[in-house]
């Protein structure tokens, strides 16, 4: 049985004691138990490390009209491509920043329903909180109970002291969950000039005491 290692991830630095958090009581459990990859246990969800098996998927997810429009193209279009986008983006976050997108599956059967994780990006100046889900699987919870998960990883794990998120301006759902998991609006923000305004929300952790 994999072991429980609930106030650390070895492989991140070294081990941290967690600071408790808004997110401290939900029941999540957070180890690295097989080859050093991180995974968050849920009541209903595994949360891992994304592998070059997971192309199919990705090829998928990645070619859903909601995720080209809300998030956008990222030309993957072969189960070649979505092999590079794995390792060129997930996976080489977890080597450079220790930690990254991560798949989202359903406990009972294992089947990959999305993603969820964080992503360090160079136009933002901390990390931000990122999702995305198969249509079959919205307005059934999944998407708090990971995004929840990912937050206590970054807060009481991590120890980052602010997280962000942006959405496009018409993604209400995505804002909604935002709240709903203690982010607010900040403001509208522009990644590059040659880009479309984005919404941007906040969270802050304060220092243990």
């Known amino acids: 049985m994999a072991p429980d290692l609930r106030n650390s991830i070895s492989g991140v630095g070294r081990p941290r004691s967690a600071a408790p958090t808004r997110f401290s009581a939900l029941s999540i459990r957070i180890a690295r138990p097989y080859n050093h ?3 968050l246990d849920t009541e209903r969800l595994i949360i891992r490390e ?5 192309a199919p998927f990705i090829l ?16 993957v279009r072969t189960l070649e491509d979505a092999r590079q986008y794995i ?3 997930p996976v080489k976050s977890y080597e450079k920043n220790g930690f990254g997108l991560y798949l989202v599956a359903l406990k009972d059967t ?8 964080l992503i360090k990006r160079e136009e933002l100046p901390d990390p931000d909180i990122g999702f995305a889900f ?11 109970e990971a ?3 990912v937050l206590k990883l970054g807060a009481e794990v991590l120890q980052l002291k602010r ?22 609006y900040e403001r509208m923000y522009s990644l590059s000039d040659d880009r479309p305004e984005v919404k941007l929300f906040v969270i802050e952790f304060g220092d243990a005491a």
């Open 134 to 144: 198969l249509p079959d699987y919205w307005s059934k919870g999944f998407g708090f």
């Open 37 to 39: 990859m991180t995974r």
């Open 50 to 54: 994304l592998m070059d098996s997971d």
């Open 147 to 149: 995004a929840s998960a």
């Open 60 to 75: 998928r997810l990645l070619n859903e009209p909601s995720f080209i429009y809300y998030i956008g193209d990222k030309e």
């Open 110 to 117: 294992a089947t990959p329903i999305g993603m969820c994780g």
């Open 163 to 184: 997280i962000l998120a942006i959405t496009s301006p018409d993604n209400e759902a995505s804002g909604k969950l935002l709240t709903r998991i203690g982010l607010k």
């Open 87 to 89: 390792l060129n983006g």
